[in-house]
């Protein structure tokens, strides 16, 4: 079998990796809790998934501050999405991960 012929089988059946990596999270406020995503929907997205996962814990770490915006627990269900807005399994534990979850 020519090489070429051995690629396009593989394509078939090989499990692609996701791309367009954004960190999904909401922000509770006084009146309704919002979703919102880094980079935001107009901006390019992440190219690494390890990038975005990288800003999902420094988010979830923000939520440990003092910040009047972030802090006290305001960010919660932090994860990483694909560009199709499928949740990505955390590369560390090859698991679907949440960071600072709280059921809405």
Known sequence: M???KVLKVIDQGWVQKPEGFRVHFQKKTDLEIITDF???TDDAPFDSDVTAWRTAWKLYQ???SEHPDFGQGKL???Y???AAGNPVKYYATNRHEVFNPNKV
């Open 80 to 82: 990483v999405v694909d």
């Open 62 to 64: 923000s939520t440990q």
């Open 38 to 40: 880094v980079p935001g």
């Open 76 to 78: 919660i269900n932090i």
């Open 2 to 4: 020519k090489i070429a």
